[in-house]
């Protein structure tokens, strides 16, 4: 021990110590990882159990009889106590944490959750097969065990809540910004966990804490306040030995770069002898300007070869985070580092999110590159072609894999390279990892842990690099950090691409909510309507559609005007349908696509002229990342266009994935948990299926994600909490054990030909047989030509063997377990169906649409207050709808009606049957359980048969009511894997009423906020060059707040979008797309500026188009007006007054909403025309009546009309509508 440290740190136990005995006396003080810092001879009289005292072991060393000697010391004492972490993790064992709580006061160390252990205590498996597994005889007090670099730690499980703590190092000091000095230690406390408790625990290893450390912190990455306050705690402590935590400023951008002769030999080499690198638009440092600055793409990929090769000296490599723009060669920018690291032997894998995009990519490589050392596999290949390119890899064939973030997550990385060293690993698209964002794939949040297994349990020192096209950059909206974090990048490179596009406009027109016909109709007749535009003019353009029945309507009222109009492409079509509407795209033979977001990710079709939204589906990054798809030559001039109201925001409410999820939702998952934990012998190693989760939300798609989704928000909730791993959650390789009922003749033919490969089971009554079938093991023995999912597929159409005369019908296992006696339990399920029913019928009687919260209202006045009505309403509601199958019929069994409202979700009693329903869920219950006395029951039900549907509602409801677990075997869903290492926490969450998920809220709040911009940006009349400023600044990380202060839009869009495009694109001929040539092109030679006087002859540009202020006057006094007022501009009086008329008489609607209460009115009383402001003030009662009647002739903001009511009611209330009253709180 350092005798200075233990000078200094004594005295801080002591008073600790001298504070708490004075309250009191036989206090029992738990040391947590604080023996390092203090003398500890100076407390061996108070030690409780000196010869365990801060030792390492498990309920060996800490024995019953051990417990029974301290538990009477303790007991007894009169003065106070000192025990370790271990021990009192050991006492809480065996009695009740409360126990002693009283007494309790736990002094921690709240620099370190991670401790060191001896080599031979060090009990993890270090097989990279075992899934996180947590071993048997792991010390309670021990989350997980790590082994970092050559020295062995565990993290501490952390006590409960109920007990008192104390910090050891309660005092902090600033931190300060410093440049780094040579070979001086850098921590990466961004994507790595343990940075400080490592370097700690070096530091008490060296017996040194005059040591200077460097941390990188982004000031705009909204940096964990838990993590920064440990810094400063930690720079505290090294202050008083002389030593320091200094912030490191991130280094700005390297300008005029040389590329490396190798790289630039090898660019020549596949690219072709007259190839250059080419310039990026990069920000130079986005931490403090906006300031851009070009860099050659050779910089990037010298960067990603240098780390490269690091790792090859056994250097731990930083990683490269590039978010690429459009057109800047993302391809090539990792392309290249791979053809290095394939001359030196290595692998490249090559991460990418679709099997269209890795086809493409591989091709390209195959036909432009003449590289052949490049493949791809996913789920479409037969276990040959599989294995022949694996085979391939292994023995140096194959250098570059591109491979799904599925398959990467459920092989261990020798499966794809044997003996061989991965050398760089690629994740494209890497935005999908974003929480919050519309594409967010799970599976890619799982890639962080598995290539942080991927190093752990292999020699491989490979950098990291990840690329997207867009990512907003710090701030409440991050998704750089966010992303670097998720992948546990280690201290990345940072590229990050210029969002802002020169040649592409916004052509946006705004209106209020239909007030006549059904709101997808009118959006239909809108969106034909452009169609039949851009296709007059001759345009290419893609319309996007949020989903895909609106694509397929869309479709064929373009095809009752013309069949070759447009083509149509979403991820539900064939894919040589896909294929046919790409080509038909690409090559002009058609020149508008109708598409879901499905189309784009990958596209590189380069003429596109404009890009309009049905509706927008996503939010801001996913609006910026689409319109990014036109004008990708830089010749050409795109547009992006919409039109605009603030019910289409409904599209991107539906579609946010994480936001559906909520908090009640995520404490079933961890009751569900809890249930499975106990009922399989108190395991902290489980395999779950992610069906059995499936009741827990409000509907059955995509269940898979969902359940993934909840249980890594848990994870890295407990994560952030704790500091150590509450729980672990990983997907699991896909399970192929399924079962199978079949006939007398089906199990002779199955054991003459595949009697390896299947377990008989039970033999029913009416002489069938159920078996467990092992689907991997027939397919690798007998069916290697055909591809996995293909065999899959024939097994649960029944198809599979029949060509042997064996007939296999899938069965589902379902188990159910119940927790109370049959009699009780029958009686509570009686009473809440009842209720159940009861509420129906009274929605029944009122023959009316109604919401999920007004079916709970009125199930609360029928049910006991004992259950969860918002929790079985959510069911019920759920499981029991369906939209119109045809006019007399809805889909499946449903009873219930369902239809979206605005972002609601709606229902209607379709039919009586409830009753029915309701009736045979007690009926199944009564047959499973009336003859037995066992409290568990299985039973083998046919896959999509209703028996099997109503067996999963019925252990659903028991689940949710609290009367029984149920669990289901067998079925096509994929499995997760868990560990458990603090059940009783996660037990305490299950049923804490106060809580919270802090990942929940924080997506949820930054989801609320990015619609409060969307709409914004919609509503808003901006000019081009500020609303990319806007977006601009969205990317750099602004607040909101900040954005709508310095963008506040005071005016609404209102324009004709094809009458624009007419007067600002030139046709395009052909099979070519020109625009904008000769006096169209934009001149910043006449650019407005700022304050300018304007005569009639004076030249003006705006948008694209350069005219006279005469001419503008004629052709478009809509967009001079808005220009006069952004820029403050004056023109001639002469001028003014014509303008004046026009927009009066020709734009009466711009002109209304821009003048508001300084338009000129006649109203009564008034003589002549008079302004609207002066009867606003003089008689609001008489305004509000006549405004009511004239809402058309007036536009009044929202704070003018609030102000309105406000002098109404103090007038004369009763004047007021209710709806106005609501409005004003009245």
């Given at each position: 021990m350092?005798?200075n440290?233990g000078?200094?740190?004594?005295?801080?136990l002591d008073?600790?110590?001298q504070k708490q005995?004075?309250?009191k006396e036989?206090t029992?003080?738990?040391?947590?990882?604080?023996?390092?810092?203090?003398?500890i001879?100076?407390?061996t009289?108070?030690i409780t159990?000196?010869?365990?005292?801060?030792?390492?072991?498990?309920d060996?060393?800490?024995?019953r009889?051990?417990?029974?000697?301290?538990?009477?010391?303790l007991?007894?004492?009169?003065n106070?106590q000192?025990?370790s972490h271990?021990?009192?993790a050991y006492?809480n064992e065996y009695?009740?944490?409360?126990?002693?709580?009283e007494r309790?006061?736990?002094?921690?160390?709240n620099?370190r959750?991670l401790?060191?252990l001896?080599?031979?205590?060090y009990?993890?498996s270090?097989n990279?097969?075992?899934?996180?597994e947590?071993?048997?005889?792991?010390?309670?007090y021990?989350?997980?065990?790590?082994?970092?670099n050559?020295?062995?730690f565990?993290?501490?499980?952390?006590?409960?809540d109920?007990?008192?703590?104390?910090?050891f190092?309660?005092?902090?000091?600033?931190?300060t910004?410093?440049?780094?000095q040579?070979?001086?230690?850098?921590l990466?406390?961004?994507s790595?966990?343990?940075a400080?408790?490592?370097?700690?625990?070096q530091c008490?290893?060296d017996?040194?804490?005059?040591k200077?450390?460097?941390?990188?912190v982004?000031g705009?990455?909204?940096?964990?306040?838990t993590t920064h306050?440990?810094?400063?705690?930690l720079?505290?402590l090294?202050?008083k030995?002389?030593?320091?935590?200094?912030?490191l400023?991130?280094?700005?951008?390297?300008q005029?770069?040389?590329?490396?002769a190798?790289?630039?030999?090898?660019?020549k080499?596949y690219w072709g002898?007259?190839?250059?690198?080419?310039?990026i638009?990069?920000?130079?440092?986005p931490?403090?300007?906006?300031n851009i600055v070009?860099?050659s793409q050779?910089l990037i990929?010298?960067t990603i070869i240098?780390e490269?090769k690091?790792?090859?000296?056994?250097v731990?490599?930083?990683?490269?985070?590039i978010?690429?723009p459009?057109g800047a060669g993302?391809?090539l920018?990792f392309?290249?580092p791979?053809f290095y690291?394939?001359?030196?032997?290595d692998?490249?894998?090559?991460?990418?999110?679709l099997?269209?995009l890795?086809?493409?990519?591989v091709?390209?490589?195959h036909?432009?590159?003449?590289?052949?050392?490049v493949e791809?596999?996913?789920s479409?290949?037969?276990l040959?072609?599989?294995?022949k390119?694996?085979?391939?890899?292994k023995k140096g064939?194959?250098?570059?894999?591109y491979l799904?973030p599925?398959?990467?997550?459920?092989?261990?990385?020798h499966?794809?390279l044997?003996e061989?060293?991965l050398?760089?690993l690629?994740?494209?698209e890497?935005?999908?990892i974003?929480?919050w964002g519309?594409d967010f794939?799970?599976?890619y949040?799982f890639?962080?842990n598995h290539?942080n297994?991927?190093r752990?349990?292999n020699?491989y020192?490979f950098?990291?690099?990840a690329?997207?096209?867009t990512a907003?950059?710090?701030?409440?909206n991050?998704?750089?950090?966010d992303?670097?974090n998720s992948?546990n990048m280690?201290?990345?490179?940072?590229f990050?691409g210029?969002?802002?596009?020169?040649?592409?406009?916004?052509?946006?027109?705004t209106h209020?909510?239909?007030?006549s016909?059904k709101?997808?109709?009118?959006?239909e007749t809108?969106?034909i309507?452009?169609?039949?535009g851009?296709?007059?003019?001759?345009m290419k353009?893609?319309?996007?559609?949020?989903y895909?029945?609106?694509?397929n309507k869309?479709?064929?009222?373009?095809?009752?005007?013309d069949t070759n109009?447009?083509?149509?492409?979403?991820?539900?079509?064939?894919?040589d349908q896909?294929?046919?509407?790409?080509?038909?795209?690409k090559?002009?033979?058609?020149?508008?696509?109708?598409s879901?977001?499905?189309?784009?990710m990958?596209?590189?079709?380069?003429d596109?002229q404009v890009v309009y939204?049905?509706a927008p589906s996503?939010?801001?990054?996913d609006y910026?990342?689409?319109i990014?798809?036109?004008?990708r030559?830089?010749?050409?001039?795109?547009?992006?266009?919409?039109?605009?109201s603030?019910?289409?925001?409904?599209y991107?409410k539906q579609?946010?994935g994480?936001?559906?999820?909520?908090?009640?939702?995520l404490?079933?998952?961890?009751?569900?948990i809890i249930r499975?934990?106990?009922?399989?012998g108190k395991k902290?190693n489980m395999l779950?299926?992610?069906n059995?989760f499936?009741?827990?939300?409000?509907?059955t798609e995509?269940?898979?994600q969902k359940?993934?989704t909840?249980?890594?928000?848990i994870e890295?909730?407990?994560?952030?909490?704790?500091?150590?791993?509450v729980l672990i959650a990983?997907p699991?390789?896909?399970?192929?054990?399924?079962?199978?009922r079949t006939?007398?003749v089906?199990?002779?033919?199955?054991?003459?030909l595949?009697?390896n490969?299947?377990?008989?089971?039970?033999k029913?009554?009416y002489?069938?047989?159920i078996?467990?079938?092992?689907l991997?093991s027939?397919?690798?023995k007998?069916f290697?030509?055909k591809?996995?999912?293909?065999?899959?597929?024939?097994?649960y159409?029944?198809?599979?063997?029949?060509e042997?005369?064996i007939?296999?019908?899938p069965?589902?296992?379902?188990s159910i377990?119940?927790?109370q006696?049959?009699?009780?339990?029958?009686?509570?399920?009686?009473?809440?169906?009842?209720?159940v029913?009861e509420?129906?019928a009274?929605f029944?009687y009122r023959?009316?649409?109604?919401?999920?919260n007004e079916?709970?209202e009125k199930l609360?006045?029928?049910?006991?207050?004992?259950?969860?009505?918002?929790k079985?309403a959510?069911?019920i509601l759920?499981?029991?709808?369906?939209?119109?199958?045809?006019?007399?019929?809805?889909?499946?069994d449903?009873?219930?009606?369902?239809?979206?409202?605005?972002t609601?979700?709606?229902?209607?009693v379709?039919?009586?049957?409830?009753g029915a329903?309701?009736?045979?869920?007690i009926?199944i219950f009564?047959?499973l359980?009336?003859?037995?006395?066992k409290?568990?029951?299985?039973?083998?039900?046919s896959?999509?048969d209703?028996?099997l549907?109503n067996h999963?509602?019925?252990?659903?409801l028991?689940?949710?009511?609290n009367?029984?677990?149920?669990?289901?075997?067998?079925?096509d869903?994929?499995?997760?894997?868990l560990?458990l290492n603090?059940?009783?926490?996660?037990?305490k969450d299950?049923?804490?009423?106060t809580y919270k998920?802090?990942?929940?809220?924080?997506?949820?709040?930054?989801?609320k906020?990015?619609c409060?911009?969307?709409?914004?940006?919609f509503?808003n009349y901006?000019?081009?060059?500020?609303r990319?400023d806007?977006?601009?600044?969205?990317f750099?990380?602004m607040?909101?707040?900040?954005?709508?202060?310095k963008?506040?839009?005071n005016?609404v869009?209102?324009v004709?979008?094809?009458?624009?495009l007419?007067?600002?694109?030139?046709?395009?001929e052909?099979?070519?797309?020109?625009?904008?040539?000769?006096s169209?092109?934009?001149?910043d030679?006449f650019?407005?500026k700022?304050e300018?006087h304007?005569?009639?002859d004076?030249?003006l540009?705006i948008?694209?188009l350069t005219?006279?202020?005469?001419?503008?006057?004629?052709?478009?006094?809509?967009?001079?007006h808005?220009?006069i007022?952004e820029y403050?501009?004056w023109?001639?009086?002469?001028?003014f007054?014509?303008?004046?008329?026009k927009?009066r008489l020709?734009?009466?609607?711009?002109?209304?909403?821009?003048?508001?209460?300084k338009?000129?009115?006649?109203?009564?009383?008034y003589?002549g025309?008079?302004?609207?402001?002066v009867p606003?003030?003089?008689?609001?009662?008489?305004?509000?009546?006549?405004w009511?009647?004239?809402q058309?002739?007036?536009?009044l903001?929202k704070?003018?009309?609030?102000e309105?009511f406000l002098?109404?009611d103090a007038?004369?209330?009763?004047?007021?509508?209710?709806?106005?009253?609501?409005?004003i709180?009245k």
């Amino acid at each position: 021990m350092n005798q200075n440290l233990g000078d200094k740190y004594t005295t801080v136990l002591d008073k600790i110590i001298q504070k708490q005995v004075e309250v009191k006396e036989n206090t029992i003080f738990v040391l947590t990882g604080i023996t390092p810092y203090i003398g500890i001879e100076n407390y061996t009289e108070y030690i409780t159990d000196l010869s365990t005292f801060d030792k390492d072991g498990n309920d060996t060393l800490f024995s019953r009889e051990w417990f029974g000697t301290v538990f009477s010391k303790l007991m007894i004492a009169q003065n106070h106590q000192i025990v370790s972490h271990q021990q009192f993790a050991y006492i809480n064992e065996y009695l009740s944490e409360d126990f002693f709580k009283e007494r309790v006061l736990i002094v921690y160390d709240n620099l370190r959750s991670l401790f060191p252990l001896s080599k031979e205590n060090y009990i993890e498996s270090t097989n990279e097969h075992a899934n996180e597994e947590r071993p048997e005889g792991l010390p309670i007090y021990q989350a997980e065990q790590l082994k970092i670099n050559d020295n062995y730690f565990y993290t501490l499980k952390s006590f409960g809540d109920i007990l008192e703590k104390r910090p050891f190092f309660a005092l902090q000091k600033e931190l300060t910004s410093a440049n780094t000095q040579e070979n001086a230690e850098v921590l990466d406390v961004i994507s790595n966990p343990y940075a400080v408790d490592a370097f700690v625990n070096q530091c008490i290893l060296d017996n040194n804490f005059c040591k200077q450390v460097f941390v990188k912190v982004s000031g705009k990455n909204v940096l964990n306040k838990t993590t920064h306050k440990t810094l400063q705690e930690l720079n505290h402590l090294l202050a008083k030995f002389k030593g320091g935590v200094h912030i490191l400023q991130e280094e700005s951008i390297q300008q005029d770069y040389i590329p490396q002769a190798e790289t630039v030999s090898l660019l020549k080499q596949y690219w072709g002898p007259s190839a250059e690198f080419r310039n990026i638009l990069i920000y130079e440092n986005p931490e403090i300007s906006s300031n851009i600055v070009p860099v050659s793409q050779g910089l990037i990929v010298d960067t990603i070869i240098n780390e490269y090769k690091k790792g090859c000296d056994g250097v731990l490599p930083r990683d490269i985070f590039i978010t690429a723009p459009t057109g800047a060669g993302k391809s090539l920018i990792f392309q290249l580092p791979a053809f290095y690291a394939a001359n030196n032997g290595d692998v490249t894998i090559v991460v990418s999110p679709l099997k269209a995009l890795m086809t493409d990519q591989v091709e390209i490589l195959h036909k432009d590159r003449q590289y052949t050392k490049v493949e791809f596999l996913n789920s479409d290949l037969t276990l040959i072609d599989r294995d022949k390119i694996i085979e391939s890899c292994k023995k140096g064939d194959i250098d570059i894999l591109y491979l799904s973030p599925e398959l990467l997550l459920s092989y261990d990385i020798h499966y794809f390279l044997g003996e061989r060293k991965l050398g760089l690993l690629i994740v494209d698209e890497a935005h999908l990892i974003t929480t919050w964002g519309r594409d967010f794939r799970v599976d890619y949040w799982f890639l962080g842990n598995h290539i942080n297994k991927i190093r752990k349990f292999n020699n491989y020192m490979f950098p990291l690099v990840a690329l997207t096209a867009t990512a907003v950059y710090g701030g409440i909206n991050d998704m750089v950090f966010d992303s670097i974090n998720s992948l546990n990048m280690h201290d990345p490179h940072k590229f990050i691409g210029n969002v802002r596009r020169k040649n592409i406009e916004f052509v946006i027109d705004t209106h209020d909510d239909y007030t006549s016909g059904k709101y997808d109709q009118n959006k239909e007749t809108e969106t034909i309507e452009f169609v039949k535009g851009i296709q007059e003019l001759g345009m290419k353009g893609i319309v996007y559609a949020p989903y895909t029945r609106h694509i397929n309507k869309l479709k064929d009222k373009a095809d009752e005007i013309d069949t070759n109009m447009v083509v149509a492409y979403h991820g539900g079509m064939l894919r040589d349908q896909q294929q046919f509407s790409y080509q038909a795209f690409k090559s002009n033979q058609c020149k508008i696509m109708i598409s879901t977001k499905a189309f784009g990710m990958g596209v590189d079709i380069p003429d596109i002229q404009v890009v309009y939204h049905h509706a927008p589906s996503g939010l801001l990054p996913d609006y910026i990342q689409e319109i990014g798809r036109a004008a990708r030559k830089e010749n050409i001039q795109g547009y992006a266009a919409l039109t605009f109201s603030k019910s289409d925001l409904r599209y991107s409410k539906q579609l946010f994935g994480i936001s559906s999820l909520k908090t009640f939702q995520l404490q079933e998952v961890l009751r569900k948990i809890i249930r499975y934990f106990n009922s399989n012998g108190k395991k902290r190693n489980m395999l779950v299926a992610a069906n059995d989760f499936a009741y827990i939300f409000d509907t059955t798609e995509e269940v898979d994600q969902k359940v993934a989704t909840a249980l890594m928000m848990i994870e890295k909730d407990y994560l952030i909490k704790t500091r150590f791993n509450v729980l672990i959650a990983r997907p699991k390789k896909l399970f192929t054990k399924v079962y199978a009922r079949t006939n007398d003749v089906g199990i002779e033919r199955l054991k003459k030909l595949f009697g390896n490969c299947f377990t008989e089971i039970n033999k029913s009554k009416y002489s069938y047989h159920i078996i467990e079938l092992n689907l991997d093991s027939i397919w690798s023995k007998h069916f290697s030509d055909k591809s996995f999912p293909q065999l899959k597929s024939e097994f649960y159409k029944q198809r599979f063997l029949w060509e042997h005369n064996i007939e296999l019908v899938p069965q589902i296992k379902v188990s159910i377990n119940i927790e109370q006696p049959y009699r009780t339990v029958l009686s509570e399920l009686s009473s809440i169906l009842k209720a159940v029913s009861e509420t129906f019928a009274e929605f029944r009687y009122r023959n009316q649409f109604f919401t999920q919260n007004e079916y709970v209202e009125k199930l609360k006045c029928n049910l006991s207050p004992k259950y969860n009505a918002e929790k079985i309403a959510s069911f019920i509601l759920g499981t029991y709808s369906g939209y119109m199958a045809s006019a007399s019929a809805l889909e499946g069994d449903s009873f219930l009606q369902q239809r979206h409202q605005g972002t609601a979700m709606q229902y209607q009693v379709f039919s009586t049957n409830y009753g029915a329903k309701t009736t045979q869920l007690i009926s199944i219950f009564s047959k499973l359980y009336e003859n037995h006395d066992k409290q568990s029951v299985n039973r083998f039900l046919s896959i999509n048969d209703i028996p099997l549907k109503n067996h999963i509602r019925l252990g659903s409801l028991l689940e949710i009511m609290n009367l029984g677990t149920f669990e289901t075997t067998g079925g096509d869903d994929p499995k997760l894997f868990l560990r458990l290492n603090d059940p009783r926490r996660i037990e305490k969450d299950s049923n804490r009423q106060t809580y919270k998920n802090y990942i929940l809220e924080s997506v949820k709040n930054r989801h609320k906020v990015s619609c409060q911009l969307f709409e914004h940006f919609f509503i808003n009349y901006f000019s081009n060059e500020k609303r990319w400023d806007m977006i601009e600044d969205f990317f750099l990380g602004m607040s909101n707040d900040e954005i709508f202060e310095k963008y506040p839009g005071n005016m609404v869009n209102h324009v004709n979008i094809i009458d624009y495009l007419k007067r600002n694109a030139e046709v395009a001929e052909s099979n070519t797309t020109e625009i904008l040539s000769g006096s169209n092109i934009h001149s910043d030679l006449f650019k407005p500026k700022e304050e300018q006087h304007y005569f009639s002859d004076n030249m003006l540009t705006i948008g694209s188009l350069t005219m006279p202020i005469k001419k503008w006057l004629v052709e478009d006094p809509v967009s001079l007006h808005r220009t006069i007022v952004e820029y403050n501009i004056w023109i001639e009086k002469e001028d003014f007054k014509i303008l004046t008329n026009k927009l009066r008489l020709q734009h009466f609607n711009y002109y209304r909403d821009y003048m508001r209460l300084k338009l000129l009115i006649e109203f009564p009383g008034y003589q002549g025309l008079v302004t609207a402001s002066v009867p606003y003030k003089d008689c609001p009662v008489k305004f509000y009546k006549w405004w009511k009647q004239n809402q058309d002739k007036i536009k009044l903001s929202k704070k003018e009309t609030i102000e309105l009511f406000l002098a109404v009611d103090a007038e004369n209330p009763k004047a007021l509508l209710k709806a106005h009253r609501t409005i004003i709180g009245k």
